[in-house]
């Protein structure tokens, strides 16, 4: 069984960084996409970064290219998304997602197992 969770999420000031941890188990080869998407209140949930197999390609939405930053450490079963420069509109609820071979890396719709969440939120 797949199990996903989230953990790191906290508040901080518009600049700040944070790095988001999602502990894995249960991942097979066949479900080797991994991502990130974030939910704001009244928005819809959005693709934020994915990592293909452990890190041969990886996949960035534009409002976060150059600021966010997904790898994966297969030793210990962790995905991360570090989160620098962060901005008001980055506060939401950041889920860790898995799913097969990345074929829409950034749609909710090309993955399977979700984790729980966790809430970020930025200040001025």
């Known amino acids: 069984q797949v199990q996903l969770v989230e953990s790191g999420g906290g508040s901080v000031q518009a600049g700040g960084s944070l790095r988001l941890s999602c502990a894995t188990s249960g991942i097979t080869y066949s479900r080797d996409c991994m991502g990130w998407f974030r939910q704001a209140p009244g928005k819809e949930r959005e693709g934020v970064a994915s990592i293909y197999a452990g890190g041969r390609s990886t996949y960035y939405a534009g409002s976060v290219k150059g600021r966010f930053f997904i790898s994966r450490d297969n030793a210990q079963n962790t995905l991360y998304l570090q989160m620098n420069n962060l901005k008001l509109e980055d506060a939401a609820m950041y889920y860790c997602?898995?799913?097969?071979?990345?074929?829409?890396?950034?749609?909710?719709?090309?993955?399977?197992?979700w984790g729980q969440g966790t809430q970020v939120t930025v200040s001025s």
């Open positions: 997602a898995a799913g097969h071979y990345c074929y829409t890396p950034l749609q909710t719709t090309g993955f399977d197992v």
